[in-house]
C-alpha cells in the first residue's frame, strides 16, 4: 500500500481535497458543530450577524457593505474550521475504501462437527467456527491456524507484497479476514464475530468513524470552552459600559470582537490535529486501537524493548578466528568452514562468509572427499563433518570441551582466556576442534543496529528509559547494553519476569511501552501502558496490545512515541499561539470601536490601521486566514526535536508564544493596506 | 521621583525577601506538625481546644469533608457577627451608644469580614460598638486569615502526596493557623504599634476644644445657606492596636476607623507604615517558600514567588512614576519634589507618608488581598488608579491574601502548565501529577467565577438608575469606581475607590454576594484540585519533564496571569481608567 500510495498520490490528493471542500460545507450542520464549541460561537455570531444584516438591510440602516463583509469572514472562518477537519479526514478515508474491498463478502468453507464441509457467505461465521482455506482462496475471518502451513499474502492489510508463512501452534499462527492464502491449505479457527473483525476495526479507525476524543483533547476543549465563556461575557458586558460611556457598539463590531478573542485557531484546529496523528501512525503502517494510545505513548517514561531484532539485527555474525598456537589462523579457517558448510543457520553461514572474505576459502568441491555431515543436535550441541579421516567439530564451549575430554584432552589455558574475553565483549564463544583436539575459537558477535544508539541518545535527551530485555547472561547482556547505550537491561528475562519489571514500573508512577509477539507476551502486552503487538505475532498478542505493527519491525516503537509527543506538542504550540495572538486584535478592535466617540483612544491604534471598519474586518479576516495557514502544520504537525523538556519549552515559547503575541501585528496591519488599496474598506 | 522614594522601596523589598525563607520554614513545620519553639505554650492550648471541640486530632479528611468544614465554620462565623451588629446596641462596651446596624449593612458587613474581604459600606467609628470592633471584626480578621492559610496548605498538600484520598484535616489546620501563624505575631505587632502611637482604650470618645474655631457654611433643607461657627471635636477612641495588628498580618484591612491606616491613631508613623506593609506580605511571601519546602520542590517555590516578586515591583513602578509625576491639569502648581514636599500628586495622601510610601502601599494592599489603605485611592492619577483596579482583577496572586493568594496563584500555575505543558510532549504535569479534564475544569471554573461576577454586576449597575446613583464622578472614572468596587469585593480586597457611594441596598447586597462568590465558589474549585491532585500517582522527574523551575517558568507564569487575568478586562479598562487618563493628558478631569 506504501508503494501504491506513493504513485497515487497526487490523484488522492486532488480527490481528498474536492470531497474536503463539501465536506467543509456539509460540517456547517449546528449538530456537528456543537460538539466543537468555539467554533459553534462562531458559526451563532455568523447567523445572528446575517440576520441582522438582512433586517437592517430593509430599514435602510448601518453600513452594509462592511456589514455583509463581516459575515462572509465569519461564515469563512467556520468554513476553515471545517475544511482543516475534513482534509485531515480525507486521507483515511480513501485507505478506507481500499480495505473495504478487501472486506468484500467471501465463501467459507466451514467445517462440521461431523467432518464435512458447507459453504457459508464470511458474514455468517461465527467465533468459534473452523474453516478450511486452500491456496488461491480468501481468509474469510481472523482466527487462528490450528493445523497446517500456508504462505500467505498479507498485502491488503500491510502493503507488503512478499507472502508470509502462517503455522499452526506457536508465534507465526494468526490470519487476518481478507488476506489471500497462496499455497497449500489449513484448518483455521475463527476468533471473531462479524463486524468486530480487525479489518472493520482498521476502516473504522482510519475512517475516524469511531474516533474518540482523547483524554487530554477532552482537556483541552474544556479549557477552551472555558476561554470562550469568559471572553463571551467580556463582550456581551462590553455593550453596557459602551452605553454607560455615550458609545453604544454594533452587533458586528461586537461578534467581530468576540470572535477574535475566543481561541478559534486552535478550536478550528483541534480536530484535524487529533486525527491527522492517528493518521501519521497510519502512514507509519501501526494500527493504534485507541487514540489514547496514541497520547500514553507521548508519556512514555520506560521503552522495553526486546534485544533480537531491535536493538540487535537478531543473528549474531562470525568476526574473528583465534587459532591455537601450533595452529594457523587459516587452518582454523578452513576447518570452521568445513564444519559449517551444512549448518544452514545464519551464524552457520556467517563462519562461512568470514572464512571466505578473510582468507579467499572459497568454491571447495566437496563431493570428492565424501563428507559426512553432522548436524546440529540438541544433545551434543555440537555440528561437524567427517572426511578424510578428520573429525571436525565446532559447537559451545562446554560442548567441546566435553567432546574433546572423551580423548583425554582439554582445552588449552589462551583459549580459556579468549572464550572468557568474547563472552564479556558481549559475543558469543564457538570452538572448533580436530580429531578432538581444540584449534580454536570463533567470536560471533551480536552486531547492533546502525544508528541505534544515537536514537537511545535522544530517547534519553527527552528523559525516556531505555530498557533492554534478553535471554542472555548477564554479561553478555552487559556488553552489548553497552554497545547499544540502553540505560538498563534484564537478561535471563522469562515472560513473567517482564510482566514483574512493568508492574513495578508502573507502581513507581512510570508509564511503560513494549513490543511483543509471542502468546507468552500477551499479558505484559496488556499490562503495559503501550503495547506493540506485530501483526506477525499471535492473535492472543494482537489482542492484548493496543497497538499492531503491521510491518512487525519492534524498532518502530521509538517512532511511535515521538508521534505521540508530537502530536501533543502540536496542540500545545497552536494553543499557545492562539491565546497569544489575542493581545494584537485587541489592540485593533477597541481602539476602532470607540475612537469615533473618544478620539483619544485612538492612542491605542498603535499599528495605525486606516479606519474603524478596517481596523475590524482586518482582524476578522487575520483570524480566519490563520486557520487557512496553519491547516498544514496541523496535517503535519510541529517537528519534533528529541530535546530535553526545559529546551523543548523555551523553544516552542519562544516560536508559538512570542511569535503568536508578534504575528498578528505585522498580520492585521497587512491585511489593512490590502483592505484599502482594494477600496474594501 | 525620588532617591529616597526608590530607597524606601527597595528597602521594603529586601525585608520581604529576607524573611520569606524564615516565614516558610516556619510555616511549614507548624502544618508538618514538628515541633517549634512556642510548642511549649500552644501546644496544651491546642489539646484543650481540641477536646473541648471534640475534634479528632488524627482524623483526615477527603476535600470534600474538608470543604463542607470550611463552610459550616464560614457560615457560623458569618452569622455570629450578624447577629452581634444586629443587637449592639443592647450589649456591653458601647460607649457612644451606637444603635444596631441595619439588615442589609449588618449581612454586607458580616459577609466582608467573614470572606476577608473587609469592604466597608459603612464609617466605623460611628458605626460599630466596641464589642462588635472586637468580638465581631477583629474576631473575624483572624477567622477568616486562619480559613485561608488553612485552605492553602491543604491545597499544597493536595500537590505533595501521592496516592491519597485526604489533604488533612480543617479544625486543626484552622486551630494550627489562628495559634501558631497568627496569634503570636499580632501580639508582638500590637504592642510595637503601640509604641508608635496606636491607641488601645475603651474609653468614650474625646472631646476637644479647637485651638481655632472653623467657620462652616450649611445648606439646610430649605435651601439657605446657614453659617455655623464649630469650637470642639471629637476625638475617636478604642481597642484599635489589636485590631490593627492583625487586620494588616491577615491581610484583611478593615479599618477601625473610616480613614484606615490612613489615620494617626491607626498608622501615626512612616515606621508603624513600614511595619504594616511587611506584616501584608509577610505570610503570603512565606507561603510560596512553604509551598516549596512541602512539595519538595524548593525551586519552584522561588520561580513562583519571582513571578508574584515581578508582577508587584512593575506595580509599584508604575505607580510610583504615575504619582511622581503629579496631575498635569494643575500647570500652575508646583509639584517638583524638594526639601519641603513630597511633590507629585499629594490630594488624597498624608503628608507624613508622601508620594513613594503612598504608592507603595496602593500597591501592597491591592497586590495582597488586604484592602488597607494609606491615601485615597480615588484620588489617584489614572493609571497609578488603575494599578490597583489591575492587581485584584489578575485575581489577587500578587502574594495575595494569607492563603488565598497562594491557592489563587496554583490555578494560574495549573493554567500554565496546562497550556504550556503540551508544548514539550507529554500530558501537563505539574509536580509529577498529570493534569487532567477534572483539573482543568475545576481551574477554568475558578477563574470563571471571578471575571464574570465582576462583569455582570458592573455591567449592570452602570446601565441601571440604582448603580448610576452611588457614582459620585460622571464619565470614565465613574466607571472606575463601579468597576473597582465589584472587582474589590470578588477579590476579597475590601479596598474602595471611595468615591463610589455604596451604602445602598443595591450595593450592599450585590458587592455581599459579589463576595461570597468570590471567596467561596473560588475555594470549592481549587479544592476539588487539591483533592484530585492528592490521589494521583506521582510521575518521578525526568529530562522529558515539564519545568516548573527557573526563569522560563517564571515568564510563563507572569504571561499567563497577564493574558488570562487581563485579557478579560482589557475593553473595560479602556473605557475606564485608560481613557480617564487620556483625557487628563488632554485637560479633562472629572
Known sequence: ?681 | MTGNGWFQILLYFGVILLITKPMGVYLYRVFERKSTWLDPVLRPIERLIYRACGIEEKKEMKWTEYGVAMLVFSAASLLLLYLIERVQLWLPWNPQKLANVAPDLAWNTAVSFTTNTNWQSYTPESTMSYLTQMAGLAYHNFASAAVGIALAVAVIRGVARKESSTIGNFWVDATRAFLWALLPFSLVGALFLVSQGVVQNLHPYTNASLLESQVIEKQNPDGVVKKETITSQVIAQGPVASQEAIKMYGTNGGGFFNANSAHPFENPTPLSNFFQMCLIFAIPSGLTYTLGRMTGSQRHGWAVWSAMAVLFLVGVVVAYSAEARGNPLLAGVNSRASDTQPGGNMEGKEVRFGIADSALFTTVTTDASCGAVNNMHDSLTPIAGMVPLINIMLGEVIFGGVGAGLYGALVFVILAVFIAGLMVGRTPEYLGKKIESFDVKMAVLAILITSVTILIFSAIAVVSKFGVAGISNPGAHGLSQVLYAYTSSVGNNGSAFAGLNANTLWYNTTLGVAMLLGRFFMIIPILAIAGSLAAKKQVPESLGTFPVTGPLFTVLLISVVLIVGALTFFPALSLGPILEHLLMNAGKAF
Open chain 1, 1 to 681: 500500500m506504501t508503494t501504491a500510495q506513493a504513485k497515487n498520490a497526487s490523484i488522492t490528493d486532488r480527490k481528498i481535497l474536492k470531497t474536503a471542500i463539501v465536506d467543509s460545507f456539509r460540517k456547517l450542520d449546528p449538530r456537528l458543530q456543537i460538539k466543537k464549541p468555539v467554533m459553534f460561537v462562531v458559526e451563532v455570531g455568523a447567523v445572528i450577524t446575517g440576520v441582522v444584516l438582512v433586517l437592517e438591510a430593509f430599514q435602510h440602516k448601518g453600513n452594509f457593505w462592511f456589514g455583509l463583509q463581516i459575515t462572509l469572514w465569519l461564515w469563512f472562518t467556520v468554513l476553515f474550521a471545517n475544511f482543516a477537519e475534513a482534509m485531515a479526514e480525507g486521507r483515511g478515508k480513501a485507505q478506507a475504501e481500499t480495505l473495504r474491498k478487501a472486506r468484500a463478502e467471501t465463501q467459507a468453507r466451514k467445517l462440521r462437527p461431523d467432518g464435512k464441509t458447507e459453504l457459508l457467505p464470511s458474514s455468517k461465521l461465527r467465533s468459534g467456527d473452523v474453516v478450511l482455506v486452500a491456496a488461491g482462496e480468501f481468509v474469510p475471518g481472523d482466527g487462528e491456524v490450528i493445523e497446517g502451513v500456508a504462505s500467505v499474502d498479507e498485502s491488503a492489510i500491510t502493503g507488503e507484497s512478499a507472502p508470509v508463512i502462517r503455522e499452526s501452534g506457536g508465534d507465526r499462527s494468526a490470519v487476518t479476514g481478507g488476506t489471500r492464502v497462496l499455497s497449500d491449505e489449513i484448518k483455521v479457527r475463527i476468533t471473531s464475530n462479524p463486524g468486530e473483525t480487525f479489518l472493520d476495526r482498521m476502516i473504522g479507525l482510519v475512517e475516524g468513524a469511531s474516533r474518540q476524543k482523547t483524554p487530554n483533547e477532552i482537556a483541552l476543549n474544556i479549557l477552551l470552552a472555558g476561554l470562550t465563556i469568559i471572553f463571551l461575557l467580556a463582550v456581551v458586558t462590553l455593550q453596557p459600559f459602551a452605553i454607560y460611556s455615550g458609545s453604544p457598539q454594533t452587533v458586528f463590531a461586537l461578534v467581530s470582537l468576540l470572535v477574535c478573542l475566543i481561541p478559534t485557531t486552535i478550536g478550528g484546529l483541534l480536530s484535524a490535529i487529533g486525527i491527522a496523528g492517528m493518521d501519521r501512525l497510519i502512514q507509519r503502517n501501526v494500527i493504534a486501537m485507541s487514540g489514547r494510545a496514541v497520547e500514553a505513548a507521548g508519556d512514555v517514561d520506560v521503552l522495553l524493548l526486546d534485544k533480537t531484532g531491535t536493538i540487535t539485527l537478531g543473528n549474531r555474525e562470525a568476526t574473528a578466528f583465534y587459532a591455537c598456537p601450533s595452529i594457523t589462523e587459516a587452518e582454523l579457517a578452513s576447518a570452521a568452514q568445513l564444519a559449517s558448510f551444512a549448518d544452514e543457520t545464519p551464524e552457520g553461514r556467517s563462519i562461512v562468509v568470514l572464512a571466505k572474505e578473510k582468507y579467499g576459502l572459497r568454491g571447495r568441491e566437496l563431493a570428492p572427499h565424501n563428507p559426512l555431515f553432522i548436524p546440529f543436535s540438541a544433545q551434543t550441541r555440537m555440528s561437524g563433518v567427517d572426511m578424510d579421516g578428520k573429525e571436525i567439530r565446532k559447537g559451545a564451549p562446554e560442548a567441546i570441551a566435553r567432546y574433546v575430554a572423551e580423548k583425554g584432552q582439554i582445552v588449552p589455558e589462551e583459549m580459556q582466556q579468549h572464550i572468557e574475553r568474547i563472552a564479556k565483549s558481549g559475543g558469543t564463544p564457538l570452538l572448533v576442534a580436530q580429531n578432538f583436539r581444540v584449534m580454536g575459537a570463533i567470536e560471533l558477535t551480536d552486531i547492533v543496529k546502525g544508528g541505534i544508539r544515537e536514537r537511545f541518545d535522544h530517547l534519553r535527551a527527552m528523559g525516556i528509559r531505555t530498557m533492554m530485555i534478553t535471554g542472555d547472561n548477564p554479561l553478555t547482556a552487559a556488553a552489548i547494553a553497552r554497545q547499544a547505550g540502553v540505560d538498563d537491561f534484564l537478561a535471563e528475562a522469562k515472560p513473567e519476569d517482564k510482566m514483574a519489571l512493568i508492574r513495578n514500573e508502573q507502581a513507581k508512577g512510570k508509564l511503560v511501552a513494549m513490543t511483543g509477539d509471542g502468546t507468552n507476551d500477551a499479558p505484559a502486552l496488556a499490562q503495559a501502558d503501550v503495547g506493540v503487538a506485530m501483526n506477525t505475532g499471535t492473535q492472543a498478542a494482537k489482542e492484548a496490545g493496543n497497538m499492531v505493527d503491521l510491518d512487525s519491525n519492534p524498532t518502530k516503537l521509538i517512532e511511535i512515541v515521538e508521534i505521540g509527543k508530537q502530536l501533543l506538542i502540536t496542540r500545545g504550540s497552536l494553543t499557545t499561539f492562539s491565546v497569544a495572538n489575542d493581545v494584537a486584535k485587541y489592540f485593533a478592535i477597541i481602539p476602532a470601536m470607540f475612537a469615533g466617540t473618544f478620539p483619544l483612544l485612538n492612542t491605542l491604534n498603535i499599528m495605525k490601521l486606516r479606519t474603524a471598519d478596517s481596523a475590524i474586518l482586518s482582524a476578522v479576516i487575520f483570524n480566519a486566514l490563520i486557520i487557512i495557514a496553519l491547516i498544514p502544520l496541523a496535517l503535519r504537525g510541529v517537528k519534533y526535536r528529541p530535546l530535553g523538556a526545559a529546551a523543548l519549552l523555551r523553544r516552542n515559547l519562544f516560536i508559538y508564544g512570542l511569535g503568536g503575541v508578534i504575528a498578528p501585528f505585522a498580520g492585521i496591519k497587512l491585511i489593512d493596506i490590502l483592505l484599502s488599496w482594494l477600496h474594501l474598506a
